[in-house]
C-alpha cells in the first residue's frame, strides 16, 4: 500500500483524478487538454485497484478546474472521483454528472451528418427518458454512452 | 431578434399546429394575394428535388413574392468548397427568407443559427421536412375535420420513410393510434416505436396487409417500398408486392378513410384506386401550396390576423 503511494509524488495543491479505467485514461488527458499544461502532472497507468482490478490515476499540480470541465469526464468515464488538494489536504471530494449539453466534445457518428462535413462545433443533448444516451442536436441520430467517439 | 426558421414541426406545440392550419386555410379560400410584395425570396436547393421547389415557389409567386434560387450543386460555389454558412451569410444580404434543401442531416438547424434571415428547412437528407409534414397534417384535418383520435395506418418502407417518421411525432399532440404495417426488412425503428412509448402514443404493428387489417383506418398513409432499400433482393422480390393497395382491398374501409402518399408513387397503389373517393393523394399535393403560403408567411413574422384582414386579395 505504501509503496504503491510512492509511486506518485504528493501534490501540495492541486486536483487528483482518481479511478480512471486505463483504457480511458488517454481519453481524460485529452477532454482536459493536459498536454498543454505548464505545470507538473503525474500519471500512474495500471495501478492495481481492489474496486477496479486495474485503474489509472493523474495528479495535476496546482489546478483547480470548473465543474463544466470537470463534468466532460462523464462522458468517458463516468465513476471517476475527483479529490482536490489544498496544503496537502484533501479538502474536497467530488464526482462527475454527464451535463445535459454537450458542445465541442462528442462526435456524432453520423457521416451525413452538417457536423462532420462543415468547419463546426459538435452540439448534443441527453435525452429525457434514456439513460446514458446522447441526441445531435443537429441530425437527431442517437448515440450510446458507451459507443461515443471524442472530436 | 426571435428566430422564425422553421427547422422541424417536432418541437410545435398542438395550438401552433392548429394555428398554421387555420392559416392554411385562409390561403386555400384566397390564394392570390400581393401579401408578400417587395418580398423576396430564396430557395436553395443543394439537392434537386423539383416537386418542393416548384411547391415553394409558386406559393411564394402567388403571395407576391420575388423568387431567387438555385438548384443544383453543380452550379453553385458549394463544389468549390466553400461552407454552407458562407453560402447563407451571402445569400442572406439579398432575401427575407431562404427556403433551403440540403443532403446533409442538420444542414438546416445549422443555417437557421448562423443566418440572420429566417430559414425554412425544405429537408435536410433523412432527417427532418417540415412542409410536408404540415402539408399531410394539413390534409388530414381537411378529410377529417379533426386531428383528433384517429386511426392513422403507416404502410410500406418505414424505416427508411422520413415522412411517416415526421408524422408520427407532430401527431402526437392529438391521441392517434398508429399501426405500423411493414417487411421486416423495413419495420418502424425502436426509436420512434419508444417515441411512442414515452409520449403514450397507442400502436400496433403489422406484417399483413389486407382488406381486414385496413378496415378500421381513418387514414392510410402509403410510402414507396424501394428495391435499393433492400440487402436481400429475394426479400424484395418475395415482399414488393405485399405492400401494393388494390381497389379491392378497400371494400371494408370506413366511407371517411382516405388514402395519403408523399408522391410520387412507383407502384405503391394501383391506378384504379385513383377515381376512387378515398384517394386523396393529388389533394394532398395541392394542399402543399397553402400549407407552404402558411409556413413562409408565419417565419416572416405575418400572423394570422394579417392573413384574415389582408386587403391584397386578387381573386
Ligand atoms: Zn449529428
Known amino acids: 500500500m505504501k509503496r504503491q503511494e510512492l509511486l506518485v ?3 501540495e495543491n492541486g486536483t487528483v483524478i482518481d479511478h480512471i479505467p486505463s483504457n480511458k485514461l488517454f481519453e481524460v488527458v485529452n477532454l482536459l487538454h493536459l498536454e498543454q499544461m505548464k505545470t507538473s502532472i503525474t500519471v500512474g497507468y495500471n495501478l492495481k485497484s481492489k474496486k477496479m482490478g486495474h485503474k489509472s490515476i493523474i495528479k495535476i499540480a496546482g489546478k483547480f478546474f470548473s465543474d463544466e470541465e470537470l463534468n466532460q469526464l462523464a462522458v468517458v468515464s463516468p465513476n471517476v472521483t475527483l479529490c482536490i488538494i489544498k496544503d496537502y489536504e484533501v479538502v474536497e471530494k467530488k464526482e462527475v454528472f454527464l451535463p445535459n449539453e454537450l458542445k465541442g466534445i462528442v462526435k456524432c457518428a453520423n457521416p451525413k451528418c452538417i457536423t462532420n462535413n462543415e468547419p463546426m462545433k459538435t ?3 441527453t435525452v429525457e427518458g434514456k439513460d446514458g444516451v446522447l441526441r ?3 441530425c437527431n441520430k442517437e448515440v450510446d454512452l458507451d459507443h461515443v467517439k471524442l472530436v | 431578434m426571435e428566430n422564425r426558421s422553421l427547422v422541424t414541426i417536432a418541437d410545435h406545440s398542438k395550438e401552433k399546429i392548429m394555428y398554421l392550419i387555420r392559416m392554411a386555410e385562409e390561403f386555400e379560400k384566397h390564394t ?3 401579401l408578400l410584395e417587395g418580398k423576396v425570396v430564396a430557395t436553395l436547393f443543394f439537392e434537386p428535388s423539383t416537386r418542393t421547389r416548384l411547391s415553394f415557389e409558386t406559393a411564394a409567386n402567388r403571395l407576391g413574392a420575388r ?3 438555385f438548384t443544383d450543386p453543380k452550379v453553385t460555389s458549394s463544389t468549390k468548397g466553400e461552407t454552407l454558412k458562407d453560402t447563407i451569410m451571402m445569400v442572406s444580404n439579398y432575401a427575407d427568407l431562404i427556403v433551403m434543401r440540403h443532403y446533409l442531416e442538420g444542414a438546416a438547424r445549422y ?11 425544405a429537408g435536410d437528407g433523412a432527417n427532418q421536412h417540415p412542409s410536408q409534414t404540415m402539408l399531410d397534417i394539413y ?3 381537411k378529410t377529417q375535420g379533426t386531428l383528433d383520435d384517429l386511426n392513422i395506418y403507416m404502410v410500406g418502407d418505414l424505416k427508411y420513410g422520413r415522412t411517416v417518421h415526421s408524422l408520427l411525432m407532430a401527431m402526437r399532440h392529438f391521441n392517434p393510434t398508429f399501426h405500423f404495417i411493414a417487411p421486416e426488412e423495413l419495420k418502424m425503428p425502436d426509436v420512434y416505436k419508444q417515441y411512442c412509448d414515452i409520449h403514450h402514443i397507442k400502436y400496433v404493428e403489422h406484417t399483413d396487409f389486407t382488406a381486414d387489417t385496413i378496415a378500421d383506418a381513418d387514414i392510410l398513409y402509403m410510402t414507396r417500398v424501394q428495391k435499393e432499400r433492400f440487402t436481400d433482393l429475394m426479400e424484395y422480390e418475395r415482399v414488393k408486392d405485399l405492400y401494393l393497395l388494390k381497389l379491392p382491398m378497400l371494400k371494408r374501409a ?22 376512387d373517393p378515398h384517394a386523396y393523394y393529388f389533394e394532398q399535393a395541392r394542399n402543399g401550396l397553402f400549407a407552404r403560403q402558411a409556413l413562409i408567411c408565419d417565419a416572416l413574422g405575418i400572423t394570422l390576423d394579417d392573413v384574415t384582414n389582408d386587403h391584397t386579395i386578387i381573386d
Open chain 1, 136 to 138: 445531435c442536436h443537429y
Open chain 2, 67 to 69: 423568387v431567387i434560387g
Open chain 1, 9 to 11: 509524488a504528493a501534490l
Open chain 2, 32 to 34: 392570390n394575394r400581393k
Open chain 2, 111 to 121: 443555417a437557421s443559427e448562423v443566418s440572420p434571415v429566417p430559414i425554412i428547412n
Open chain 1, 123 to 125: 452540439y448534443f443533448h
Open chain 2, 139 to 141: 390534409s388530414i384535418y
Open chain 2, 254 to 275: 370506413k366511407d371517411n378513410m382516405r388514402i395519403l402518399h408523399p408522391l410520387p408513387r412507383v407502384n405503391e397503389i394501383e391506378y384504379a384506386i385513383d377515381d
